[in-house]
Nanobody
Framework: QVQLVESGGGLVQPGGSLRLSCAHSGSIFNLYVMGWYRQAPGKQRELVATLKGGGSGEYVDAVKGRFTISRDNAKKTVSLQMNNLKPEDTGVYYC?????????WGQGTQVTVSS
């Protein structure tokens, strides 16, 4: 019904930047809630950033001031700009969307921050 496909993950040194993008397609044109989760090795999955409707982004404390979530409804994409990356940001990042009580997930993209 709805597909979410992430891109932009990779290996980056501490202090570097990455931009993750998520393109959604399918029977629903837009998703009311979109966001990003991540799961670090040995840790539970956590919500990193969300957007609801046309509102501003909300962030977990660990990434405030460094990450920015944005969306382009016309292009049906949501992005996560990640600056000043730290080793603790390492993990698999998952794109998330929700509409009409139904949740949708991307397959995940690996982000590794290491020197």
């Amino acid at each position: 019904q709805v597909q979410l496909v992430e891109s932009g993950g990779g290996l980056v040194q501490p202090g570097g930047s990455l931009r993750l993008s998520c393109a959604h397609s399918g029977s629903i044109f837009n998703l009311y809630v979109m966001g990003w989760y991540r799961q670090a090795p040995g840790k539970q999955r956590e919500l990193v950033a969300t957007l609801k409707g046309g509102g501003s982004g909300e962030y977990v404390d660990a990434v405030k001031g460094r990450f920015t979530i944005s969306r382009d409804n016309a292009k049906k994409t949501v992005s996560l700009q990640m600056n000043n990356l730290k080793p603790e940001d390492t993990g698999v990042y998952y794109c998330y969307g929700s509409e009409s009580g139904v949740d949708y997930w991307g397959q995940g993209t690996q982000v590794t921050v290491s020197s």
